[in-house]
């Protein structure tokens, strides 16, 4: 039979323009997000980070905003480059003992140049 | 630091052979997780070690599959005898603290085709 792949949402967006790539998290317990970049043949690199105790954190062209009421996580990235499109994960720690991130499915972000 | 390094990259098999999948994670991390990515099932969690102690191998497919990691620099995945299904990208990650789900760290990759 034919197989069905993973259907990952996808996000066009101009070169130059802003990107934001949203997230919906499961646990209202979590208290630590990630946002991973996963580029074509490469693993998943860790892109900004942060605790329920914020709600905005900046890096460099990426800003993470966390809305713990509705369980929203997103990422806005300024000034998208060609080099930003990659798969993009979420990911979140359950918060009780050892337990690992659990991610997100992924979103595609396509530049076009 | 080098990163989380995984060999071999790549690996093409022939079905019923054992497979072994080997990681170093970064030095001085006390977790690693071996993951499966695939377009079907997206990234998936194998197995977790913590102080190189297995904490949770529930999302390890089945008897086939088998993890170690014998000192804190050095894990291996071994698949025997391995199948078609089983062809995948397999990462290792490593995170620097007992916890488990602190930032973790991915290597490049391995991806396995078994024929």
């Known amino acids: 039979g034919e197989s069905v792949g993973l259907h990952l949402p996808t996000l066009s967006v101009q070169e130059g323009d802003n990107s934001i790539i949203n997230c919906a998290y499961s646990?209202?317990?979590?208290?630590?997000f990630i946002w991973y970049k996963q580029e074509s043949g490469k693993g998943p690199q860790f892109i900004i980070d942060?605790?329920?105790n914020m709600d905005k954190r900046q890096g460099q062209r990426v800003t993470v905003l966390l809305n713990k009421t509705v369980k929203h996580l997103s990422l806005q990235i300024a000034a998208t480059q060609p080099g930003d499109s990659a798969v993009y994960f979420c990911a979140e720690n359950w918060g009780s003992g050892n337990t690992p991130l659990v991610f997100g499915k992924g979103t595609r972000l396509s530049v076009i140049a | 630091d080098a990163g989380v390094i995984q060999s071999p990259r790549h690996e093409v098999t022939e079905m019923g052979q054992e497979v072994t999948l080997r990681c170093k994670p970064i030095s001085g991390h006390n977790s690693l997780f071996w993951y499966r990515q695939t377009m079907m099932r997206g990234l998936e969690l194998l197995i977790y070690f913590n102080n190189n102690v297995p904490i949770d191998d529930s999302g390890m497919p089945e008897d086939r599959f088998s993890a170690k990691m014998p000192n804190a620099s050095f894990s291996t995945l071994k698949i025997q005898p391995s199948e078609p299904r089983d062809s995948a990208v397999y990462f290792c990650?490593?995170?620097?603290?007992?916890?488990?789900?602190?930032?973790?760290?991915f290597g490049p990759g391995t991806r396995l085709l078994v024929l």
């Open positions: 942060i605790r329920s």
């Open positions: 990650a490593s995170a620097p603290r007992d916890r488990g789900s602190e930032t973790q760290y």
């Open positions: 646990n209202s317990a979590s208290d630590y």
